[in-house]
Structures are given as structure tokens and as C-alpha cells.
């Protein structure tokens, strides 16, 4: 039974592979981040947001949804632990607040200090400056693998 249980382990992969494989949910998040974080500032603006705006951010918060699948799925060990944590807490934050943002934006109650919250909104913010950075020391320790 050896061939049963050894399908339910995960796979080993070389250092080199793991930071390829943290590199490549990187760039998609790098890649989906100047959306983001127009969709968020567009939730914040003032006056109606546009149905249009609300389906762009639906599609983001899935990206960023499987993402994280993507990262979930990547068997690390040593250092890109700590890489694929940070990796997580971000990409959970810009779908949060994707998400967030768009409860605020498409409210069907009035509410002062929810419109208040909203006005409040302008993009991701340092966050995706953290994002950018992991991204590239990713991108460099790749290079050096």
C-alpha cells in the first residue's frame, strides 16, 4: 500500500523550484496590483460607482482568492517559509480589502458612517509596496539559486 498513502504526500521540491514556483504567484499578484489598487480608489470616490467597477473587483478578489490557493499548494521549507507566510498575509489583505471596498461601494443601506468609511478608501497603500518588495526579493534570490 505504499503507492496509496505516497500519493497524499506532498512533493519535494529544490530550493530552487519552491522560489520559482513563490516567484510566479508573485508576478501574478505584481501583475494584478495597479487594478487593485485603481478598483479600490474607484470604490472610495465620490458619487455612484459604476456596476461595471464592482464586476472588475469581483474578478480581482477571485485572482487574489486563487492566488492563495496557488501559495497554498507550493511545499516550502527553510527560509521560503517565511517568504510564502508574508506572501499569504499580503495577498489576504489586498483581497480583503477588495472585497471590503466593494461592500462599502455597493451598500444597499444608507449609512453615514459606512459612506464615511468609503470616502476613506483611496487604493491598497503600503501593502502593495510590501507586495512589490517580496516580489523582488523573490526575483533576486531566484537569481542566485
Given at each position: 500500500m505504499p503507492g496509496f498513502l505516497s500519493h497524499f504526500r506532498r512533493r519535494h521540491l529544490s530550493a530552487g523550484e519552491q522560489l520559482t514556483r513563490l516567484l510566479s504567484v508573485l508576478d501574478q499578484a505584481a501583475a494584478a496590483a495597479p487594478e487593485a489598487d485603481d478598483a479600490v480608489r474607484a470604490c472610495g470616490a465620490p458619487g455612484d460607482v459604476p456596476?461595471?467597477?464592482?464586476?472588475?473587483?469581483?474578478?480581482?478578489?477571485?485572482?487574489?482568492h486563487?492566488?492563495?490557493?496557488?501559495?497554498?499548494?507550493?511545499?516550502?521549507?527553510?527560509d521560503r517559509v517565511g517568504i510564502a507566510a508574508e506572501a499569504e498575509r499580503l495577498l489576504q489583505y489586498h483581497q480583503w480589502l477588495l472585497?471590503?471596498?466593494?461592500?462599502?461601494a455597493f451598500s444597499l443601506n444608507a449609512d453615514p458612517r459606512k459612506e464615511a468609511m468609503r470616502r476613506r478608501l483611496d487604493g491598497i497603500g503600503p501593502p502593495a509596496a510590501r507586495l512589490q518588495a517580496l516580489r523582488d526579493r523573490v526575483a533576486h534570490l531566484r537569481s542566485t539559486t
Open positions: 456596476g461595471r467597477l464592482g464586476h472588475a473587483a469581483g474578478e480581482l478578489v477571485s485572482t487574489y486563487r492566488l492563495r490557493e496557488e501559495l497554498a499548494a507550493i511545499p516550502v521549507d527553510g472585497h471590503t471596498s466593494l461592500q462599502l
